[in-house]
């Protein structure tokens, strides 16, 4: 049984590294159990997104992907930014294009994708980038899974060649139990040098406009909080 190292979600907000390592299980299935958890699979979902074994012993199916992305991505100048819409019908006739553009995607956008069990985390994201008419370096991404165990939150890095499908077959299809996430491949420090000047430039005006709505929101705070306080201070009686 492999054992990885995962990240424990306590509350809402409040990422805690865990120490201990987490336990995933991703044992060897022969073909009469492939084809017997195909069957109880495809007998719990509510929706028409079944699994299928095929002739040679694959299998497809249907993985659903939540983006959780921080940062911009980019897009083709020529383009407009790609709608949840323009993503379901997937990428449209379009010549090369070398000018670009950044803009953030849709807040926790979900694409659901048709894949094989042999198909591997890093064609996954390459696939979604496609979708999304995202141009930037897959290599800038990385799929995540999430689970939910006793109340908290785990979160584990999948590597390039790990199976989504397969990993769907194996949690079944309660979203609790596995779901997959796409996040920003962050290692530590930010590799700028991963991107070119218009990105970097891009990104600057972005950070630019992003601390100054944080210093607004802080002085709107600040004030907001001095003025209980004065109103306190009037409210209460002399003496």
Aim: aromatic letters at 8%; hydrophobic letters at 35%; proline letters at 7%.
């Amino acid at each position: 049984m492999p054992c990885r190292m995962g990240w424990l979600l306590k509350g809402p907000c409040c990422p805690i590294f865990q120490d201990e390592p987490v336990q995933w299980e991703t044992p060897d299935l022969s073909q009469a159990e492939i084809e017997q958890k195909i069957k109880e699979y495809n007998g719990q979902i509510n929706s028409n997104l079944f699994m299928s074994l095929n002739k040679d012993g694959s299998y497809t199916g249907f993985i659903k992907v939540q983006l959780k992305l921080v940062r911009p991505v980019s897009v083709p100048a020529s383009k407009k930014p790609p709608t949840l819409q323009d993503a379901r019908r997937g990428p449209g006739r379009s010549t090369a294009v070398r000018r670009r553009t950044s803009f953030y995607l849709p807040k926790d956008a979900v694409k659901h994708l048709h894949v094989l069990s042999r198909t591997r985390a890093r064609e996954v994201i390459e696939a979604l980038l496609r979708k999304f008419l995202v141009v930037d370096d897959p290599r800038k991404f990385a799929l995540f899974e999430r689970a939910e165990r006793h109340g908290q939150v785990y979160l584990r890095k999948l590597s390039d060649d790990e199976q989504p499908l397969r990993l769907r077959l194996l949690a079944g299809p309660n979203e609790k139990a596995l779901s997959f996430v796409l996040k920003e491949n962050d290692s530590g420090e930010v590799n700028w040098d991963a991107f070119s000047m218009p990105e970097l430039r891009n990104f600057l005006r972005i950070l630019q406009r992003e601390e100054e709505e944080h210093l607004r929101q802080i002085l709107q705070k600040y004030s907001c909080c001095r003025q209980k306080i004065q109103e306190a201070l009037h409210a209460c009686p002399l003496g």
